[in-house]
């Protein structure tokens, strides 16, 4: 009998008892666009595609470009007008075509959560992309986040400064482990290529102690078609988006399958299913100013799990950590280029400074007078992270500072450290102020 699975999808279809009816299958999986979607993806200005390179990694890449730079030529041709990008053209998928030209195609509309899966052939010309599709279907609307995808009126070219490597970064990790959305690329055993979504609630990823992600299978459509690739060709590409600063982070390695997970925390995690994958990176890309793009974040899928874990607190917490961290470089910044304005628009009305050289001061006016008189002498400063502790409305953090200065009267540097104690609190409008700052001399802070 005829069917449009391949072996891997039917194994775990299989081992599920997901029997899917074969009218419904024939009309959703087709080989071609049906004319009810050709205007759908006409109007997109996302694409994700995924590529194979020469030794057969798998990437994820984004496309995004102004209404039109999708053209349906016919339900089996596509045309991708590169001229009219606004994301970078110095993405491996261009290189990738040049070597095999299968490709996976995912088109996304965050705001209506509407998605359409096709792969087929493609053909790299001069100002244009030409895709032969092969077959597409569409996909249910859960887990995916809702954004309003807006054109930035910067219109200054492109950095896309790329960095390379093949072990995670602290910064990486940082990224990931914030992520409500990714991107992933998979391939079957007939190097058939496949572009997909993965969303869930922040921090659903979960990063072990070796560098491997392990990612939950939610409840879904009961296909497989990507843990169906898994099981033929164990290899994936995942893409990160930074919504707010426009960089990409793309992830290249190995995949393994974990099954029967039915512990009751493993069940909360996965929706029900036990089910995990583990992502192993072998290379990463990632690209800055991948786009100047306003991504405006609207809400959270309805379908996604409430997490009540000790994994989503612990999330939960290192992300309110960061928080005070980022609380903290912005003093340092201001501090830095000495504005005396933005400097006390950081701290809370009731201030308490303790300086170890005198006594307590309290309130914004007081402790503005003071630093008043020190940026005369344009003091630099630089801090090293000792401690960090924070809950929903209240961080401390704690550190070795050094400051340097030029001396009035000689013109020589001169410095001093200490260790500083910083207390930020969460005012009504959920900014993050300081409200008590001490700093003392200790024998063990030199400069």
């Known amino acids: 009998m005829k069917t449009h699975f391949h072996e891997g999808e039917l194994k775990l279809q299989k081992k599920y008892n997901a029997w899917h009816d074969p009218k419904l299958v024939e009309r959703l999986l087709k080989d071609h666009i049906v004319s009810q979607l050709i205007p759908f993806i006409e109007q997109q200005t996302t694409v994700i595609l995924s590529t194979i390179d020469s030794n057969k990694n798998i990437w994820t890449s984004m496309f995004i470009g102004t209404k039109g730079f999708v053209e349906v030529l016919s339900p089996k041709y596509i045309r991708i007008h590169l001229d009219k990008l606004k994301s970078t053209k110095a993405d491996i998928l261009f290189k990738n075509i040049k070597v095999n030209s299968k490709i996976g195609l995912l088109f996304i509309d965050t705001v209506t959560r509407t998605r359409y899966r096709l792969n087929g052939y493609a053909n790299l010309l001069k100002d244009r992309l030409e895709i032969e599709v092969l077959e597409a279907y569409p996909n249910c609307p859960k887990y995916i986040q809702q954004r309003i995808l807006k054109f930035s009126e910067d219109s200054s070219d492109l950095g896309a400064e790329q960095t390379v490597g093949t072990v995670l970064t602290t910064i990486h990790k940082q990224w990931i482990n914030e992520a409500n959305t ?250 993050w102020k300081l409200v008590f700052d001490m700093d003392n001399r200790p024998p063990d802070v030199t400069i």
Not at 312 to 322: F, G, H, V
């Open 182 to 431: 990714f991107f992933l690329g998979s391939m079957n055993a007939n190097g058939d290529m496949d572009a997909s979504h993965r969303g869930g609630p922040t921090g659903f990823l979960e990063i072990l102690e070796n560098g491997i992600l392990k990612i939950p299978d939610y409840v879904g459509n009961n296909l497989f078609n990507t843990l169906g690739n898994f099981v033929q060709f164990p290899k994936a590409g995942l893409l990160f988006i930074d919504f707010e600063k426009g960089h990409s982070l793309q992830l290249s390695g190995k995949t393994e399958l974990v099954f029967d997970q039915e512990e009751t925390k493993d069940l909360e995690i996965t929706t029900g299913t036990g089910r995990y994958w583990l992502f192993k990176t072998e290379q990463w890309i990632q690209t800055q100013t991948h786009h100047k793009i306003d991504w405006e974040f609207v809400s959270f899928s309805p379908f996604n799990p409430q997490l009540k874990s000790q994994k989503a607190n612990k999330i939960m917490n290192e992300n309110l950590k960061n928080e005070i961290r980022n609380a903290l470089d912005k003093w340092l910044q201001e501090f830095n280029n000495n504005d005396l304005d933005a400097l006390m628009d950081l701290y809370d009305p009731e201030i308490n400074y303790a300086n170890s050289n005198k006594p307590i001061e309290v309130g914004i006016a007081t402790v503005k007078e003071g630093f008043a008189n020190s940026f005369s002498i344009k003091p630099q400063v630089t801090f090293k992270e000792e401690q960090v502790i924070a809950t929903t409305d209240l961080g401390f953090i704690a550190g070795q500072f050094r400051v340097s200065r030029t001396d009035p009267e000689g013109g020589n540097a001169v410095g001093e450290a200490g260790r500083v104690v910083a207390i930020f609190r969460k005012n009504t409008e959920d900014q």
